[in-house]
Structure formats: structure tokens, C-alpha cells
């Protein structure tokens, strides 16, 4: 099992992302992914989930400006992010628990800096 994530970068604030996380070695269809992040000298804080039944929840500093979405035959989800603000700067990773074991992709960093 591996999950990827990309489409990190620099933007300015104000400006919109697009994040994705690849899964691959098992089907999408079965599991939740989860976002986190990290910013420099912090701890890793959830962000935000998507279950099998595409309900989502979001942590409070970011609902309202994010969204996620799933796409099950790309064996993809994504994270949409809007309204950047420079404290959402930081290393964004996607996670899923399968067969009661924790996955963790490689991160994708998000700066947001005029």
C-alpha cells in the first residue's frame, strides 16, 4: 500500500490549491483518507477526512475554505483549498488506515507568503 501526495507549491494569500493523494496497491473504494498537516516547530494536526461514503468533516480552521472529494476509479482523493491564509503553510500529508494499520504518504508542502 502506498499513498502519494502532491500539487503543493507557493501562493500568495488569498489563492487556491489543489492537493491529491494517490493510492495505490489497494481499492479506494473501501476506505476513508484522512489529511494532516505540519508546519515548521509543530505538531502533525489533522485536517480533514473523507470516508467511503464521501461524508466529510473538517477541522475548524479550515471549514469553510476546504474541500474534499474522492474519485474512485483514478484511485484518488483530493483536498481543495481556498482562501489560503499564510498560518495554512505548511507539510500537508494524506493518511489511511487499512487492515488496522496506518499508511502515510510522502507530504507536499503548501506555503502560502506575499
Known amino acids: 500500500v502506498q499513498l502519494q501526495a502532491s500539487g503543493g507549491g507557493l501562493v500568495p494569500p488569498g489563492d487556491s490549491l489543489r492537493l491529491s493523494c494517490a493510492l495505490s496497491?489497494?481499492?479506494?473504494?473501501?476506505?476513508?483518507i484522512a489529511w494532516f498537516r505540519q508546519a515548521p516547530g509543530k505538531e502533525r494536526d489533522w485536517v480533514s477526512c473523507?470516508?467511503?461514503?464521501?461524508?466529510?468533516h473538517y477541522s475548524d480552521s479550515v471549514k469553510g475554505r476546504f474541500t474534499n472529494s474522492r474519485d474512485n476509479a483514478r484511485n484518488t482523493v483530493y483536498l481543495q483549498m481556498n482562501s489560503l491564509k499564510p498560518e495554512d503553510t505548511a507539510v500537508y500529508y494524506c493518511?489511511?488506515?487499512?487492515?488496522?494499520?496506518?499508511?502515510w504518504g510522502k507530504g507536499t508542502q503548501v506555503t502560502v507568503s506575499s
Open positions: 493518511s489511511a488506515i487499512i487492515l488496522s494499520r496506518r499508511y
Open positions: 496497491g489497494v481499492n479506494l473504494d473501501y476506505y476513508a
Open positions: 473523507i470516508n467511503s461514503a464521501e461524508n466529510t
